[in-house]
Nanobody, 120 residues
Framework: VQLQASGGGLVQAGGSLRLSCAAS????????MGWFRQAPGKEREFVAG????????YYRDSVKGRFTISRDNAKNTVYLQMNSLKPEDTAAYYC??????????????WGQGTLVTVSS
């Protein structure tokens, strides 16, 4: 399974970005998907997750109301829409997938990171 993340970049505070994660080798309709991020010198943190159907989602408190995870299973792609970005959102963002159900278990597949930099 290969996950290809894209969409990162430099944006001013208050701006928006949409990250994409395209999958190959496995259908996302049977894959739990998540977005993680890691800022320099900090631990990786779970940002958002989506169940197989997209019917169940998770957001960490700091991004609730600003970030939205969605999926287009026909395109085998998961998205992370990020609005009202803050400098503290600056990090490398990674998409990940797991074969099982449940958002809070170990993820099996990882994409490369895409860097998001939010300037103040």
């Amino acid at each position: 399974v290969q996950l290809q993340a894209s969409g990162g970049g430099l944006v001013q505070a208050g701006g928006s970005l949409r990250l994409s994660c395209a999958a190959s080798g496995r259908t996302l309709s049977s894959t739990t998907m998540g977005w993680f991020r890691q800022a320099p010198g900090k631990e990786r943190e779970f940002v958002a997750g989506s169940s197989w159907s997209g019917g169940k989602t998770y957001y960490r408190d700091s991004v609730k109301g600003r970030f939205t995870i969605s999926r287009d299973n026909a395109k085998n792609t998961v998205y992370l829409q990020m609005n009202s970005l803050k400098p503290e959102d600056t990090a490398a963002y990674y998409c990940a997938g797991r074969a099982g159900v449940g958002l809070f278990y170990e993820y099996d597949y990882w994409g490369q990171g895409t860097l998001v930099t939010v300037s103040s």
